[in-house]
């Protein structure tokens, strides 16, 4: 891929990225330059379905575990966590939606008198 130059403060390229890819960019000098490049990078994007990634509660504790629910995309591989505090993170499961909604479920819930839930997503 390579891009025009705009003038020589800015010059850019876009490009479409796909997920789980690995892209190396390269640099050639400009009229037979030579040197280091430098500057500033910037990454932008955005991920369809992101919007609708979501984690709720669907009842309270039971036997069996703390009943959850998830959102998000088929296919959208991810960790279910918790913490006590923000700051420190355990997996309870690891799971791939297999539908845009799945039920959870953690049965660790007992040993701890609060928790904070998240979703993480994986590779």
């Known amino acids: 891929m390579a891009c025009s130059i705009n003038n020589f403060d800015h010059n850019e390229f876009t490009f479409g990225a796909v997920g789980g890819t690995e892209y190396n960019i390269s640099v050639d000098g400009f009229h037979f330059a030579a040197g280091t490049a430098s500057g500033k990078y910037r990454l932008a994007g955005y991920f369809n379905g992101l919007e609708n990634l979501s984690l709720k509660t669907v009842g309270p504790p039971n036997p069996s575990g703390f009943p959850l629910q998830a959102q998000g995309v088929t296919g ?3 960790a279910l966590q918790h913490s006590t505090n923000l700051i420190d993170w355990v997996s309870v499961s690891t799971n791939t939606f297999l539908t845009p909604v799945i039920d959870l ?8 008198p609060f928790r904070f839930y998240r979703i993480m997503l994986l590779p």
């Open 105 to 112: 479920s953690d049965s660790t819930v007992q040993t701890d």
């Open 76 to 78: 959208m591989k991810f």
